[in-house]
């Protein structure tokens, strides 16, 4: 029996099973029978209350869900006492958390015990909020709903992920910095999971917010896409994080778009150097390593003969580089737009350091606030949605010929941009979370909604 006192559970004739959602799902063995170990939230819209609670299983079972996607899930049997009535119901646990209705009641567990009026709702009554508190003790969420956020980071101390974390409890959430090479992931088709090394299992996070060092791309993204397929929302999801760390591969679906970026060039043989320093008007010409960041790996090569000399030495140490047309008259400024939810949520001009080209704040340049013109705001909106991006920094350059695109970082700093303009972009970036996550909230329960029009 599972010591679960009350829950709100929506009645589906449209659905044979009844399911509960339950997360934290662990297969184990006791006295060599299959049982399950399973955490449920039984309140909804609420994750603070969570009953732990254990099973024998007793099948499995490929389950179509109201998304029409297929699961496999465990199958336990358990009493439900409804209207004072107890019987024995079979329940599947599915393993997506969504925070609407926690338990759904199908036609089997019904069958010949409840008429279903589809008009009514509640006929057997609700829970007071007073009743529910009694039941399960403190349970008022939190201001601003109260959700698990985890910071997905190296570094507890940046400016960056301080702001983050502060932004986030003062906006009424629970924030946990969860250092990405200390998480851990398990594959499995029945329950998959997100483990961090002091033993907890992380599945019942809200969110993510993922600020992966370049260095670490590959397991950030990873762990990262793990957190999505257990369908926890991640503020950059893995697959435009993963595109927007090549500067080729991005430049090319930001020039898909039909968007201005300066004339660059891409090759692999040292043999087509000449042409490709023609290719971008010759010199002086940028040179950049595709996978520089901060200003590192961005090189003026002032005469055709230092381009060449760079190219081809960095050819030989088997670097992928970009050779591309220096835009000379921005007199090394550049503009840094922060993109939160398709929107510009703060910019900044930066000017390199003198006798520096770069503007890069890591190379001593230096923020001003500024004002971006409508073209250079339409830019940065339409290379934040070609990238897919939730959040992004987006640096355009002023040319003759207009603004182009420089570049698109997934994972812009902080302490420039607030320092300069005096804007709360951390807590942008918190309320960012939040709307996404009530709007995915009604999504749901519409889906619900639709699901049983058909029955
Ligand atoms: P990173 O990822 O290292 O920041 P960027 O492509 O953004 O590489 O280049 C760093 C800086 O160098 C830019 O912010 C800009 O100031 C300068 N820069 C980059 N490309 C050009 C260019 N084509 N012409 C002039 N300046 C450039
Ligand atoms: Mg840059």
Not at 32 to 48: E, S
Not at 85 to 104: H, K, S, V
Not at 292 to 303: I, K
Not at 381 to 401: E, F, H, P, W, Y
Request: charged residues 25%; contains cysteine.
């Amino acid at each position: 029996m599972l010591d679960i006192a009350a829950v709100q559970a929506r009645v589906d004739s449209g659905a044979k099973t009844s399911s509960v959602h339950a997360f934290n799902i662990e297969p184990f063995t006791r006295s060599g029978t299959p049982w399950v170990r399973f955490d449920i939230h039984p309140i909804r819209q609420n994750r603070r209350v969570t009953i732990r609670c254990e099973s024998p299983v007793i099948d499995r079972r490929v389950v179509k869900s109201s998304n029409g996607q297929s699961e496999k899930r465990f199958v336990i049997r358990t009493p439900l006492t409804l209207n004072g009535q107890t019987w024995d119901i079979e329940l599947t646990l599915a393993n997506r958390d969504t925070m609407g209705f926690r338990m759904l009641l199908g036609r089997e567990a019904m069958s010949g015990r409840l008429l279903v009026d589809s008009e009514e709702k509640y006929l057997f009554g609700t829970v007071s909020d007073e009743q529910v508190e009694l039941l399960y003790g403190q349970t008022a969420p939190v201001p601003g709903n109260g959700l698990k956020i985890g910071l997905l980071a190296t570094d507890p101390d940046l400016y960056s992920n301080r702001r983050l974390i502060e932004a986030g409890e003062k906006l009424g959430h629970e924030m946990v910095f969860l250092n990405i090479r200390q998480c851990y992931m398990k594959l499995d088709a029945d329950s998959p999971a997100v483990h961090y090394r002091d033993g907890r299992i992380l599945n019942d996070l809200d969110a993510i917010i993922p600020r992966i060092r370049p260095a670490i791309t590959f397991y950030g993204c990873a762990i990262t896409r793990h957190f999505e397929s257990l369908g926890i929302f991640a503020l950059n999801n893995a697959s435009a994080i993963t595109q927007s760390r090549d500067k080729l591969y991005s430049l090319q679906l930001l020039q898909k778009q039909g968007l201005d970026i300066p004339i660059t060039g891409y090759a692999n043989s040292p043999n087509d150097t000449d042409n490709l320093i023609e290719m971008v008007g010759g010199a002086p010409l940028i040179v950049k390593l595709l996978e520089g960041t901060q200003g590192r790996g961005v090189v003026l090569a002032e005469t055709t003969k230092a381009a060449e000399s760079v190219i081809n030495a960095m050819k030989s140490l088997r670097a992928n580089l970009l050779v591309q047309e220096y835009i000379e008259e921005a007199g090394g400024k550049d503009l840094r737009c922060f993109m939160i939810d398709g929107e510009v949520a703060a910019a900044i001009q930066r000017e390199a350091a003198p006798g520096d080209f770069r503007a890069n704040l890591h190379r001593g340049g230096q923020a001003q606030l500024t004002e971006i013109s409508p073209e250079e705001e339409q830019l940065a909106i339409k290379a934040t949605q070609a990238l897919n991006l939730n959040v992004a920094g987006v640096d355009i350059i002023r040319s003759k010929r207009g603004p182009l695109l420089l570049e698109v970082n997934s994972s812009p700093g902080l302490e420039g941009i607030e320092a300069a303009t005096g804007q709360d972009v951390a807590g942008k970036m918190i309320q960012a979370i939040e709307k996404q996550i009530s709007s995915a909230c009604h999504r749901t329960n519409a889906q619900q909604q639709h699901h049983i029009d058909y029955s």
